[in-house]
């Protein structure tokens, strides 16, 4: 019987110990929001799928309307000033930081700020 008392008490501490540690992961996402130069659906499609490749992203939207992309992501992995160089480095401003010069070149022409909004 005391067998089967201690059995039951570990396995009630490893179910609250895993429920803690699965608290915990879910703690560590955090989400943003930011403002870019993207102005059609083509932009939405390149934006969320350079997102999907960077390390510690768990999802993107971008509003294209609005123009904010919203960032999902472990802070275990990335933080935002890695996901906002990224967004430059895709060719679209990120907030007040201007896309970096040579992936804007690479944009189709709709998507470049001069075509204006679709």
Do not use: W
Not at 46 to 63: P, Q, R, W
Not at 84 to 97: C, E, R
Not at 111 to 117: L, M, N, R, T
């Amino acid at each position: 019987m005391k067998k089967l008392q201690m059995l039951f008490l570990s396995m009630v501490l490893a179910l609250i110990s895993m429920g803690v540690n699965a608290q915990n992961q879910k703690g560590r996402a955090e989400t943003i929001q930011i403002k870019t130069s993207a102005v059609c659906d083509m932009c939405k499609k390149t934006l969320e799928k350079a997102m999907a490749y960077e390390k510690g992203v768990k999802s993107s939207n971008l509003d294209v309307k609005s123009k904010v992309l919203t960032v999902v992501f472990d802070s275990r992995k990335t933080d935002e000033a890695n996901i906002l160089k990224a967004v430059t480095k895709t060719g679209y401003d990120a907030n007040k930081i201007p896309a970096d010069e040579r992936a804007y070149n690479r944009l189709d022409d709709c998507c470049k700020k001069e075509a204006g909004d679709h």
